[in-house]
């Protein structure tokens, strides 16, 4: 697929989180941050359809439900289900005030989490494996995360159990570029660089699905 006309970030589009009050906030998401959702997520839909070989489907988070304090983060979902994406392994792209993420994501809605989990935990080196620049996370609203190169084997097994345990446990696994890194700038590569690490994290999704 043709790259799109995805300009990159600017500092702009992460100063939108300190905006005060919800529909001003909102405003601002929609008038800068969900044009872009729109291109990076059409081509990132598109490659990952061909790689999956199914029918990917592009989700962009309206935080339709909150009515009083405006959102910290934002974000785009790719899933194989055209209704919704909190329910299955998706892949996401978003953005705090200070980083994007780049996650293939397994959220508390998600049924057969145990599952999911102890196939993880039964395949740790599939994780262990991947760059160590690769960060993970035990909870989607929060953005610290764990990077692979600092996590001990202890920590990442925790993290997995509580996915495995907590009725609330989430387990997200990909990429963090911070506001400032060049590459963001650059629209091209970035979506080359967003499209080589969902690469890299098909292999757990494909491990996800037959959990």
Not at 114 to 130: G, H, V, Y
């Amino acid at each position: 697929m043709a790259f799109q006309g995805f300009p990159g970030f600017s500092q702009k589009d992460f100063e939108t989180f300190q905006i005060d009050g919800l529909e001003d906030r909102m405003d601002a998401i929609r008038e800068r941050i969900q044009p872009k959702f729109q291109e990076i997520g059409d081509y990132l839909t598109e490659e990952l359809s061909m790689k999956l070989r199914k029918e990917m489907h592009l989700h962009i988070a309206q935080h339709a439900r909150r009515s009083k304090n405006p959102p910290n983060d934002t974000w785009l979902g790719i899933a194989d289900d055209k209704r919704g994406y909190k329910k299955h392994p998706h892949f996401q792209v978003g953005l705090f005030d200070d980083h994007v993420f780049l996650w293939l994501a397994f959220i508390y809605e998600l049924p057969h989490k145990s599952e999911i989990a102890k196939s993880f935990l039964e395949n740790r080196n599939k994780i262990e494996r991947l760059p160590k620049k690769f960060v993970i996370s035990p909870d989607h609203m929060n953005k610290n995360a764990y990077t692979l190169k600092d996590t001990q084997g202890e920590d990442l097994v925790e993290v997995l159990e509580r996915f495995r345990d907590v009725k609330k446990g989430e387990f997200l696994i990909g990429r963090h570029i911070m506001h400032d890194d060049p590459l963001l700038q650059d629209g091209e590569a970035f979506l080359l660089e967003a499209k080589k690490t969902f690469e890299k994290l098909i292999p757990l999704y494909r491990l996800s699905l037959k959990a």
